[in-house]
């Protein structure tokens, strides 16, 4: 999908154990002759801490995502997905730590952020 200002990823989740979990998006160009421009992550806590096995929809604006960066260059900008880049891979990861997520359903959105559950 392509990045616009308003661009919400929205997603329908549940967690059998609450815990950490964050999600990337994967950017390159919308031009095919470049490569792949990077990896976006977003983490926040509130979607960590919803009462075990109950659904949930989230509504993230693409505009927090932030770029993936080495922790060593504590200089480098934290800078959100590009408008007109396009996003091609979504990930929801929770890395080592198992928290049984469940991802139901997933859409990207115009405007405003749906109220979160």
């Not at 997603?11 to 390159?28: A, M, N, Q």
């Not at 929770?94 to 997520?101: N, P, Q, T, W």
Request: with cysteine.
């Amino acid at each position: 999908f392509r990045i616009e200002q308003d661009s919400c990823l929205n997603f329908t989740y549940k967690l059998d154990e609450p815990g950490w979990f964050h999600i990337f998006i994967c950017v390159r160009p919308d031009d095919l002759s470049r490569p792949h421009l990077g990896n976006y992550e977003y983490k926040n806590r509130r979607l960590w801490r919803i009462p075990a096995g109950q659904w949930r929809t989230a509504s993230v604006p693409l505009s927090e995502f932030r770029r993936e960066t080495d922790a060593s260059f504590e200089e480098t900008p934290e800078v959100p997905p590009r408008i007109g880049d396009i996003a091609y891979v979504v990930i929801f990861s929770s890395h080592k730590h198992e928290c049984g997520l469940v991802v139901d359903r997933m859409w990207v959105t115009r405007g405003e952020p749906a109220a979160a559950d």
